[in-house]
């Protein structure tokens, strides 16, 4: 089992541009939520994907968007890059409808911003 | 609203010497509380969970956490650093069962120093 992965590793941008970042969950797992974690920050929740509809947002602006495909994988889309964008982000997977459901989360991938 | 607050951003302990890191909470309900520990250019990793029952609960790489409800924390323990322990650990509070919020919120974290 893979657990979770994301790609790329690594990104760099500039003001203005747009990025895609890619998670694939864990096996077996259906929800995935976004995170973003700034140098020095606990990460912050974005959002949540659940048979490829957002479930629930955390307070981040329309340029956050995301989509989940019907094998669970997910995009995390920021539109107009800002400077404060830069962070690593955080994607997290987890299955079932238990109560006590385990998050799993990736490596991340390092945006910077320039 | 949920809400976690880790005492001290930066701990340092000798190697063999107990650690012990402070995590309170805010929240309307009971939450459910994670600890997490992340090291350098990887994502976090559960290191121990409450939910309900027992209020002592042990985590992997023998750590442990004890929630007290009365004094909203769920403070991290480990009787003796070992080197490989050094990280940054984050802990996470979840309402339980809840239909409109069971994202996390995380503290800011703690970096732990263990020192030879």
């Known amino acids: 089992d893979a657990g979770v992965t994301q790609s790329p590793t690594h990104l760099i941008k500039t003001r203005g541009q747009q990025v895609t970042l890619r998670c694939s969950p864990k096996s077996g797992h259906d929800t995935v939520s976004w995170y973003q974690q700034a140098l020095g920050q606990g990460p912050q929740f974005i959002f949540q994907y659940y048979e490829e509809e957002e479930r629930q947002r955390g307070n981040f602006p329309d340029r956050f968007s995301g989509h989940q495909f019907p094998n669970y994988s997910s995009e995390l889309n920021v539109n107009a890059l800002l400077l404060g964008d830069s962070a690593l982000y955080l994607c997290?997977?987890?299955?079932?409808?238990?109560?006590?459901?385990?998050?799993?989360f990736g490596p991340g991938t390092r945006l910077t911003v320039l | 609203a949920q809400s976690v607050t880790q005492l001290g951003s930066h701990v340092s302990v000798s190697e063999g010497a107990l650690v012990l890191l402070r995590c309170n909470y805010s929240?309307?309900?009971?939450?459910?509380l994670f600890w997490y520990v992340q090291y350098p250019n990887q994502g976090l990793q559960l290191l121990l969970k409450y939910t309900t029952g027992a209020t002592l609960v042990k985590g992997i790489n023998g750590f442990e956490a004890e929630f007290k409800k009365s004094e909203t924390s769920f403070h991290l323990t480990k009787p003796s650093a070992h080197m490989s322990d050094a990280a940054e650990y984050f802990c996470?509070?979840?309402?339980?069962?809840?239909?409109?919020?069971?994202?996390?919120?995380f503290g800011t974290g703690t970096s732990l120093t263990v020192i030879p």
């Open positions: 929240s309307s309900v009971p939450p459910y």
């Open positions: 996470a509070v979840r309402k339980p069962r809840s239909n409109t919020g069971n994202q996390f919120y």
């Open positions: 997290a997977s987890r299955g079932g409808s238990g109560a006590y459901n385990e998050q799993f």
